[in-house]
């Protein structure tokens, strides 16, 4: 079984503007120790995904429908307060900007600190070298010292570490990251990357990255989810769905991304148009008023996620050999050595 089941996720929110239809029938799982990775541009319902099997999405303007099975229990059918005993213990969050979720006007030891006490009965001074041992854990520098620093007084490279040290200082059974490090420059992005992977190695920790950056999910993921319009498009393991892409969406977003051999002014072939509104969602495959390889068929019959190989679902009307052929042309000119 895997650890977190995502299965039919519908999860919508009323607005003065109409219906935002955030996540429309989205099925992911992560299995344990493994990395499955979100990808897909803004607004395609990478967030309210993982807000959602958090709980955080339980607003009063909120419908939400399925299941979110950690471990086969479903948290959406949890109560509030049966839910925030998973939350932060079993499931933790990272976000792309530390100081949302870190307090600004608390010193940083403090904070790990509550967050230790928040679930489990401990001592201030065990709380305390817990705290020492996650800040030490997550590389930074003079730790000690940095128990009282305040959140203002760091690096965003450090703040970024501060939180990955208060998510994993419960040791979850999965770690929510989303957009972790989109907020910080190439260098730190990559440092920030391998501490996640050195810490995930050591402590077996299973975890759904989110991020618009193909480039990161190249990576660091195991499995790929490419998401539109609140849809998966294509799921697969990730050398099925780089190195034989099937959906054209994945496909450009392989082509707007840079290769690591280019030459710096090799132009990118960004996507063309915009995501389309959650509220007036295109009819039939979401994806057809981009896609440059639309049917009759595509605007009328809204596809199914269909299995291409073992392991490798795609939701496209085109047909399978044509697929293959464009997707192996797709993925030549970034193809990693
Ligand atoms: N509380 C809310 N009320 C109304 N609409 C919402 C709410 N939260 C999210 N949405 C809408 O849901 C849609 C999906 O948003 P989401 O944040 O999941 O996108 P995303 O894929 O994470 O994008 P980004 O890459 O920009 O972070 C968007 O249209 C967003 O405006
Ligand atoms: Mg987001």
Redesign the pocket.
């Known amino acids: 079984m895997a650890l977190l089941e995502i299965r039919d996720l519908h999860v919508s929110?009323a607005?003065r503007d109409g219906i935002?239809h955030?996540?429309d029938g989205v099925s992911l799982s992560v299995d344990r120790g493994r990395t499955l990775g979100v990808v897909?541009?803004?607004?395609?319902?990478?967030?309210?995904?993982a807000?959602t099997v958090m709980g955080l999405?339980r607003?009063p303007?909120?419908t939400i429908e399925g299941h979110v099975l950690l471990d086969g229990v479903d948290l959406l059918a949890l109560p509030g307060d049966e839910l925030r005993r998973v939350r932060g213990k079993r499931v933790a969050m990272i976000f792309q900007d530390p100081l949302s979720s870190l307090h600004p006007l608390y010193k940083i030891g403090w904070q790990i600190e509550e967050a230790i006490r928040a679930h489990e009965r401990v001592s201030e001074k065990a709380a305390r070298a817990r705290a020492l041992e996650a800040l030490t854990e997550v590389g930074i520098p003079s730790p000690g010292d940095r128990l009282s620093s305040y959140p203002h007084e760091l690096s965003g490279g450090m703040r970024q570490r501060v939180m990955i040290a208060m998510a994993l200082v419960l040791d979850p059974e999965i770690l929510i990251a989303?957009?972790p490090t989109t907020a910080l420059d190439v260098t730190v992005q990559a440092q920030i990357l391998d501490l996640m992977r050195a810490l995930q190695a050591e402590h077996g920790t299973a975890v759904l990255l989110?991020t618009?950056d193909l480039g990161v999910i190249a990576e660091t993921a195991d499995e790929v989810a490419v998401?539109y319009a609140?849809r998966v498009a294509e799921l697969g393991a990730l050398v099925g769905v780089l190195d034989a892409p099937e959906h054209p969406y994945t496909w450009g977003l392989l082509q707007s991304l840079p290769s690591a051999d280019a030459s710096r002014d090799q132009p990118l072939h960004p996507i063309e148009g915009t995501p389309p509104?959650?509220i007036a969602v295109p009819s039939g495959c979401p994806f057809h008023p981009r896609c440059p390889y639309v049917m009759a068929v595509c605007p009328r019959e809204e596809p199914a996620l269909l299995p291409t190989r073992p392991g490798h679902t795609v939701a496209c009307h085109l047909p399978v050999p044509t697929r293959r052929r464009i997707g192996a042309a797709v993925r030549a000119p970034n193809a990693r050595a």
Do not use: Q
């Open positions: 929110f607005t935002v955030a996540v897909g541009e803004s607004g395609s319902g990478k967030s309210v995904t807000l999405t607003l303007n909120a989303d957009e989110i618009h998401m609140g509104s959650l």
